[in-house]
């Protein structure tokens, strides 16, 4: 069964490091998200990609972040400068064609732990 | 800005039991989904609720939306250990983004 796979599955970085989290969407999707949680809390929006711009961004993606699909497969989010605050699980999603039509998949996410 | 309310956020329960997950939202949608997360694990899609009325099940879950109301349920019949994790609604607001509620706890002991 397709899905979505993300790399590191951990990654621990020191404050004010960059950090690049992976993901490969599933293959014939078209839009695709990043999406993070801090521990106990619920899952938050960061930023939706269609047709390689980004579509729609909440207040959390702020100039400390940004995404890029460079080769046609992988997805990935940056972080340019690591904050104690931006520990959390970073979680990947992909969908077909609008979230209306069908369901967003979610890959295992990655923790990362900013120290 | 939308918001998306989920009631209990914790729920301990016996096996056998039945119990309810409620989820309100503040704004107008006729997409609906329903999400388990066991602890330090991803997101499985339970359920996608596309219409006013839809009610969907699996096993001993069922969901449900009333988009006039904005309350999704999502019912637990019969409770058994392995549905203990957490259930999260997720609602679509504007064109590309999931807001998710709360989350509910469910704790099926014996």
């Known amino acids: 069964e397709p899905e979505v796979t993300q790399t590191p599955s951990h990654q621990v970085t020191q404050m004010g490091q960059e950090v690049i989290l992976r993901c490969v969407p599933i293959s014939n999707h078209l839009y695709f998200y990043w999406y993070r949680q801090i521990l106990g809390q619920k899952v938050e929006f960061l930023v939706s990609f269609y047709n390689n711009e980004i579509s729609e961004k909440s207040e959390i993606f702020d100039d400390q972040f940004s995404v890029e699909r460079p080769d046609g497969s992988n997805f990935t989010l940056k972080i340019r400068s690591t904050k104690l605050e931006d520990s959390a699980m970073y979680f990947c999603a992909s969908s077909a064609i609008h979230p209306g039509d069908t369901e967003a998949f979610f890959g295992q996410g990655t923790r990362l732990t900013v120290v | 800005e939308l918001k998306v309310e989920q009631n209990p956020l914790f729920l301990s329960m016996q096996e056998g039991k039945n119990y309810t997950i409620y989820c309100n939202y503040s704004?107008?949608?006729?997409?609906l989904y329903w999400y388990r997360q066991d602890p330090g694990k991803s997101l499985e899609s339970l359920f996608v609720l596309l219409s006013n009325g839809a009610v969907k099940q699996e096993g001993r879950l069922m969901a449900s939306l009333d988009t006039k109301a904005r309350l999704s349920t999502l019912h637990i019949t019969a409770a058994v250990h392995d549905l203990s994790a957490t259930y999260f609604c997720a609602v679509a607001g504007t064109a590309s983004k999931l807001t998710f509620g709360t989350g509910t706890r469910l704790q099926v002991t014996l």
């Open positions: 704004t107008t949608s006729d997409r």
